[in-house]
């Protein structure tokens, strides 16, 4: 797997957990500004999901399992998407949380996904 996309992706969804933090903090909903930034977020793990097939497709194996792998690949695409819909319903500080925690949960699976391919300690 490729592992400064894997980092870049963490950290980007780091950032989009911090900046819609700060939102909630300031007692805003989630606000255009931010569904650009998950957007960007969603095309990095969109090219994730991509290469990763690819590479899977070309005889790469990874360490946890192909089942896995996959099923990492696409929870890492649907992360974001998912909290956004629910922000978009929840009009309050709360849909900016959401936001926060599910790009929170995305960096995590980063790391897990890493592992799994092969980068260590799996």
């Known amino acids: 797997m490729l592992t400064p996309l894997t980092a870049t992706l963490a950290v980007a969804a780091l950032l989009l957990?911090?900046?819609?933090g700060h939102a909630a903090y300031r007692d805003q909903p989630t606000k255009d500004w931010h569904f650009i930034g998950m957007a960007v977020v969603t095309l990095l793990a969109l090219v994730q999901l991509v290469i990763g097939v690819v590479q899977l497709a070309t005889g790469g194996e990874p360490v946890g399992g192909?089942?896995?792998?996959?099923?990492?690949?696409?929870?890492?695409?649907?992360?974001?998407?998912?909290?956004?819909?629910?922000?978009?319903s929840e009009r309050t500080r709360w849909g900016s949380v959401t936001v926060a925690a599910g790009a929170v949960v995305l960096a995590v699976l980063q790391a897990r996904l890493h592992e799994v391919w092969g980068g260590g300690g799996a």
């Open 66 to 88: 192909t089942a896995v792998f996959v099923a990492y690949l696409v929870g890492v695409l649907c992360c974001v998407p998912a909290v956004a819909v629910v922000s978009l």
């Open 17 to 20: 957990a911090a900046w819609c």
